[in-house]
């Protein structure tokens, strides 16, 4: 059987006094789209670097492909998008690009991929003189020209406009339909619920969470509002339905879990006006990523 597109064990990475990564395991399967979400610096970068290649761990084990990650052999068949850099600053665009495209056996059509990343009319822009989004979408034209087997995506929306956005999640999507192994990093829980088969959320170095975006924020739908910080819930469990829960989270922002429906709805109202409370922004929603984050760590996401 096919060894995981990326597989890490105990891995732990650290810089100075400064432990990044501290026992991180982490499997990505073929053919799948990994995301891992993480605030800044929770470690996402230096994972995804030394499974590149570009930096040594201090302990545990990483595969890519089978194979240790910077091995020659491994380099046709893995695309990496860089957070920055990495292309000489007069190069031009559309010349980057093709002379990234030699080093492939098959690669795509350079101008096909820049016309569908909007870069065409920058093709003859030098690299420096290309504003950061653009300089991000090079960097993932450069990514996946190689029709590579694996693609390493560092946080490839940051920086980016909501079209530009658009046409990276829409690559994405193609190239987890062509079969190609994708591990992300990012922290737009949106992006990792949209793209993710697999999603592991890391904090301070470690995986805290892992699974599918609807494993980890599960069915259920959530009522939430806010109001004045400080409400009496225990007072207002007692009128709704045995198994409900209700949590202030963070203070003045509301949140009614249970059997979501007119019942509990009309329940929640009725006493927020028995209060003399007003609920603002009241929604039903289901519970997202961000949530999940929060609840595990204490912490937003961003
Ligand atoms: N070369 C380095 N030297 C010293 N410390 C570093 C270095 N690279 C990263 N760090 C530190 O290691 C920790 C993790 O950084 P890393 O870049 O891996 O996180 P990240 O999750 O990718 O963050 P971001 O979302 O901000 O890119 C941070 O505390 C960061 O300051």
New binding site residues.
Partial sequence: MDSPAVEIVDLV?R??G?T??DGLTLRAERGAVTAVL??????????V?ICEGFREADAGTVRVLGLAPALPELRPRVGVML?AGGVPPAMRCAEWLRLVSRFYARPLDADALLARLGLTEHVRTPYRRLSGGQQQRLSLAAAVIGRPELVFL??PTAGLDPQARLACWELVGELRGAGVSVVL?T?HMDEAERLANHVAI?DR?RVVAEGSPASLTGAERQLRFRARPGLALEELLTALPAGSAAKESPAGHYIIEGLVGPELLGTVTAWCASEGVTADDLRIERRTLEDVFLELTGRELR
């Fill in positions: 990475k810089y100075n400064t990044a990564v993480g605030p800044n610096g929770a470690g996402k970068t230096s994972t670097e957070q560092d946080e990093t922290h890391i170095g």
